[in-house]
């Protein structure tokens, strides 16, 4: 079973620093960045696994959200070369990537008619040819088509590259884009924020200050965002505190972030395939630490298809209350950057099954975390033979 009961602390028992820390989580006070520090170096994967639960049960009980979602990927043609990326091709060799046309863009919206997703998520590479009118009126077609759809779309490396090349600064182009139908932002591009490390795996893209100034504006325009991070590559402990104590500052500001999502580094075909992947223990830490830093985020989210299904379900006692959606990954973006699902799709029934299984209550959510059904009392069995539920 991979639901791992809260461990109740003897907090007489632990060492005075650690003591310290739990205290604070118990009284819902911060945390600094020193004891995130000293909680990814010295403290056991069953401690912060024990605090970050608490948090996770205090802000949101057993629930656990997911959500009906389905993938669009323009192209894997890309002007920068990352080198943790698996999934872009250089526009000097684009005829081994893929670039869709605007027409089969809307057909992959349209196959979706009839069925009950919530949400297109709409993030690729960064091909010098789709600009930002393409993509402006690629929004306006989807909107006219399906109104009641969220389009979560563009990564601050898509839209940064786009705004330059149109002469348009952040507020202007974010504006343009969301007039046009543009809801909100994933939080992909951020990678690690500190420049020693950013120097190394992504030197040519938009850097710790335009990332965080575009999610700032779509902020201050009524947009929420989410946030990421890439671990388990060249960081150590301290990038990653540094990363997030960035996060967790624009956070006080703009209280407009809806999750944070740490992304696992994995390393199939690409530049940085000789360094080894982090482990299960790590990955867990990673997410508990994260939930115990980052008091001001109201979501702490695992996605399913780079864990893996097991592992996402552990996951869920160490900070995580959300693992994504049911996802069509129609393009293989996931599979091609090293996920542990081959075909990273799952019913509604299946994510429902998956979260029942570790004791958790699942409840499908819109892309602002609104509620849009609890299936907690619902036996999984049901869902496929009820269209209403299904």
């Not at 118990?26 to 401690?47: P, Q, V, Y």
């Not at 008619?113 to 960064?126: A, F, L, N």
């Not at 997030?244 to 006080?252: F, G, I, V």
């Amino acid at each position: 079973m991979y639901y791992l009961c809260s461990i109740m602390l003897t907090v007489s028992a632990l060492p005075t620093d650690l003591k310290q820390i739990a205290e604070k989580v118990n009284a819902g006070t911060r945390i600094s960045d020193e004891e995130g520090l000293l909680l990814f170096e010295k403290a056991s994967l069953g401690f912060v696994g024990s605090l970050a639960n608490s948090i996770r049960e205090r802000l949101h009980g057993d629930i656990t959200y997911f959500n009906r979602n389905f993938h669009i990927e323009p192209t894997n043609v890309c002007v920068f070369s990352c080198n943790f990326c698996s999934y872009s091709r250089l526009y000097a060799h684009r005829d081994e990537g893929w670039e869709l046309g605007m027409d089969q863009m809307l057909d992959i919206v349209k196959s979706y008619d009839g069925k009950p997703v919530t949400e297109v998520h709409i993030v690729g590479g960064v091909h010098p040819k789709m600009n930002l009118e393409f993509f402006a009126e690629l929004l306006r077609k989807i909107k006219l088509h399906r109104p009641g759809l969220h389009i979560k779309g563009f990564t601050a490396v898509e839209l940064d590259y786009m705004f330059r090349k149109a002469k348009m600064g952040n507020e202007e182009g974010m504006k343009y884009l969301q007039e046009a139908g543009l809801d909100s932002l994933p939080g992909g591009g951020a990678e690690i924020f500190h420049p020693e490390i950013r120097e190394k795996i992504c030197a040519d893209k938009v850097g710790t200050e335009g990332w965080l100034h575009i999610h700032e504006t779509a902020h201050q325009l009524g947009m929420q965002s989410n946030a990421t991070m890439l671990y388990g590559h060249i960081e150590k402990y301290h990038h990653r505190i540094d990363h997030m104590k960035q996060l967790r500052e624009l956070q006080d500001k703009t209280r407009g972030f809806n999750t944070f999502i740490p992304l696992k580094f994995r390393n199939k075909d690409n530049d940085m395939s000789g360094i080894p992947e982090s482990t299960i223990v790590e990955d867990m830490k990673m997410y508990a630490v994260a939930r115990i830093y980052l008091d001001n985020f109201p979501h702490l989210k695992a996605y399913w298809p780079m864990l893996g299904r097991q592992n996402a379900q552990l996951s869920l006692s160490f900070g995580v209350n959300d693992i994504d959606g049911t996802i069509d990954d129609t393009t293989k973006i996931y599979s091609m950057a090293g996920s542990e699902e081959q075909n990273p799709s799952m019913s509604t029934a299946q994510l429902v099954s998956l979260i029942k299984q570790v004791k958790r209550k699942p409840v499908e959510r819109g892309t602002l975390y609104n509620v849009v059904r609890d299936y907690s009392k619902v036996d999984p069995d049901e869902i496929d033979t009820n269209p209403i539920l299904s």
